[in-house]
């Protein structure tokens, strides 16, 4: 009987061992377990995105537990906080869940993404986000106006002035023609006498000028003589 006592004792002892080893067992896998399934940093997710021409930044949570976690995003300039863009909480889901803010970021900038949800997370999502090289919009490319040349032509257009000839143009007809005579101060001769005066060579001025003045050195010589001999038969 106090052998198989001692045996039963023996056999209770190392069943409670047992059963000791195989709690504590279940406790750690349980321990593992809720770690497992507790938030961590790796269940967030960031990026770059357009809406239209905006830029956005997105942070996905995909924790099944759905733990509240509040994500803070700022700008970096030279690897400091330069500007605090946002900050907003979401709760994850396995599907995931995602949140956006606005910030109209520009080509190749840097931003830090700090997650915190107590009291499993309070870390930054790493790497840093950078954005694309490429913007959203596109800077427009002004259209050219209709230039002044299109409706007045400048001075580059205007086709070059002829150069002057060398060789003498030719007379026209009424060059060829000799020039009229200049008016003079002279009076102008009686109607009946134009056609003489304007004819020349065919005209008689010239000798009846002459006859009228042999008939005056004629007339003037008979009057000298007449008085002389008047005077001369007075004396007697």
Request: charged share 20%.
């Amino acid at each position: 009987m106090a052998v198989l006592s001692i045996i039963s004792r023996t056999a209770s002892r190392r069943s409670v061992r047992a059963l000791g080893v195989v709690a504590a067992s279940a406790a750690l896998a349980v321990g593992a377990a809720g770690n497992a399934l507790a938030c961590n940093i790796g269940e967030f997710s960031a990026a770059a995105k357009c809406e239209g021409d905006k830029g956005v930044i997105t942070v996905t949570d995909v924790d099944p537990a759905g733990v509240p976690a509040v994500v803070t995003v700022y700008l970096q300039n030279n690897g400091a906080d330069a500007e605090k863009i946002g900050e907003q909480t979401v709760k994850g889901s396995r599907e995931g869940n995602t949140i956006t803010f606005a910030a109209d970021w520009k080509p190749n900038a840097e931003y830090r993404i700090h997650v915190k949800a107590d009291p499993y997370v309070d870390e930054d999502i790493k790497p840093n986000l950078t954005t694309p090289s490429t913007p959203c919009k596109t800077e427009d490319t002004p259209s050219p106006s209709p230039s002044e040349s299109s409706s007045t032509p400048s001075d580059e257009t205007e086709s070059p002035a002829p150069e002057p000839s060398t060789s003498a143009p030719a007379p026209t007809e009424d060059e060829s023609t000799a020039p009229a005579a200049a008016p003079s101060n002279a009076p102008s001769p009686a109607a009946g006498d134009s056609n003489l005066a304007e004819t020349g060579a065919n005209s008689n001025t010239g000798m009846i000028a002459g006859i009228a003045a042999a008939l005056v050195v004629v007339g003037g010589g008979a009057v000298f003589f007449g008085l002389r001999r008047r005077g001369a038969n007075s004396t007697r």
